[in-house]
């Protein structure tokens, strides 16, 4: 019995383990590394990497989906650059840091790939110890905690909506140094989390009337501290210490616009308490809060919103080794890790492989030159698509969808039909799905319609309004015979013989065939040695599906 109950427990880790990919080891070589963090785009997985160097103290990478490293780029020239965070989305990206006296932020220029300096905050000549980044809308959302020059630490908010800092708002009025400030957005808030003289705190902003909400106490936690919204909630993670023993991770929730906090929920008794294991977090398309965390391994556990309950831990990293830093970010359903562990130094990634989103907004046009009909849709955002897929029905030529091609751009022109919306015989709808290197598909997109006007030979002059496989002739044969069939759209089609057993003994078609009537011979004598006997000839073409039955009598 015991030995059955392991094989389902190897069999259920295995099911939740098959969409991680392998882990990679970059070529980013940084023994130095004191911090990371990353975001992750349709461009790639952006890395920022602060290092204990006496200059060029943070440098920024970008990688494909592979791990490969496409670019390097130092951000910051001057040595002691401390706490950098990246955030943005498909057309914008920040990076925020302490430098001396000052918060500085970068922001990426997509027009010609550099990064600008945006104007600075000032610290006052004072002591910062953690700050935190997210971007939506509305801009970069800043949360830091500094030094008050006294007693205690106090986290400051600033908005970056443009070029200047605004919106400063002094969320604590007293705190410890274990500040570590975190900021994380909804639909209409910004939700700040802090940690104040022995307890975890969050203090929202409301984004639609630009007002702060009071302040509510978490729970008593003994250091790191962060929220991070998800399925319509908000959750607080903080550290409670056992002393002697270890670092207990615990979690809290209330509803988004609540203030009545659940009770504690044990998910690790055993973090790192430093830098190297406080716990990052990101949300997914389907709303599903993820976190990894430092306990020996980096362990990932994400919030299902359908039963209300965390998943089991799983495993990152494969080998027991603190991490020195790590991040977590997320595009549409994926998930990208990166860390450096403290044994290597080499970072490591690792992606969670989801299948891709449905293509968005497709549309339909003439084609420029040649009026064909030209149909485009919005990139997806995974930066793991390998091509789409587009297809096309044709209302009155029997409704049945075909593949009509592939691309790895974001549109495809139809050659067989003119756009002609307002006078074309045929009523055409096309559809489009996304595929990423890990052969996962997406759902179709929603689909579009038109009329258009065919422009191979006239279908009704080879009767094709449906699929037909004809018999073959002669049949019984010897040694040749003829196998003819119509179609009325075009598509991949196939065209194979069997024997009773089901062996291919001759493979006939191969190839994308255009709308039309066809008719190939098969050769016994030419091709292939047969012995008398039933046979059978299938063809597939789309949808279409069909079977005949043959006698070659020697």
Known sequence: MKKIFLIIVLISGCIIAQSWNNIVTTTINDPNLVQLDNFTNRDGIHIVVQNSNSSNSIKYYRLNSLGVVQTTTTIETSGGAKFPHIAGDNDHMFISYRLGNNVVTKKYNYSNGTWESQSPISLNNQDCNSLDNAYDSRGLHIVFSEYDGFSSYKTHYYLYASFYPSNHYVVNDAGDYWGTPSVALSSNKAHVGFHSYGYAKTKDKNLTNNSWESTQAVASADGNERVQSGCDKLFDFYDVLVPGIFVNLYVKERAINGNSWSSPQLLNYSVNPYL?????????????????????????????????????????????????????????????????????????????????????????????????????????????????????????????????????????????????????????????????????????????????EYMGKDVTEVNTKEF????????????????????????????????????????????????????????????????????????????????KKMILMK
């Open 276 to 452: 190297e294991g406080r716990l990052t977090s990101t949300v997914t398309s389907d709303g599903k809060t993820h976190i990894i965390y430092d306990s020996g391994q980096i362990i990932h556990r994400s919030y299902i919103c359908t039963t209300s309950s965390w998943s089991d831990e799983y495993e990152v990293s494969n080998y027991y080794s603190s991490t020195k830093s790590s991040g977590l970010s997320s595009v549409s359903n994926d998930l990208f890790v990166v860390w450096k562990p403290k044994n290597d130094n080499y970072l490591k990634y690792r992606q969670y492989d989801a299948a891709p989103l449905a293509p968005q907004n497709p549309q339909l046009s003439a084609n420029p030159g040649n009026n064909k009909i030209r149909i485009s849709w919005t990139k997806n955002n995974e930066p793991d698509i390998s091509l789409y897929e587009v297809w096309r029905k044709v209302a009155e030529l029997g409704g049945v969808w075909q593949n009509i091609g592939t691309t790895t751009n974001t549109y495809l022109v139809d050659n067989e039909y003119l756009y002609a919306p307002g006078a074309g015989d045929f009523t055409i709808t096309y559809k489009v799905r996304a595929k990423d290197i890990g052969n996962k598909y997406s759902d179709f997109s929603v689909g579009v319609t038109t009329r258009g």
């Open 468 to 547: 037909r496989l004809n018999d073959n002739y002669p049949n019984p044969f010897n040694p040749s015979t003829k196998i003819s069939w119509q179609s009325p759209v075009g598509g991949y089609t196939t065209l194979k013989v069997y024997d009773v057993l089901g062996n291919e003994v001759a493979s006939l078609v191969d190839e994308y065939k255009n709308a039309g009537s066809y008719e190939v011979e098969f050769n016994v004598g030419q091709t292939i040695s047969l012995s008398s006997g039933v046979y059978f000839y299938k063809i597939q073409t789309g949808n279409f599906v069909q079977t």
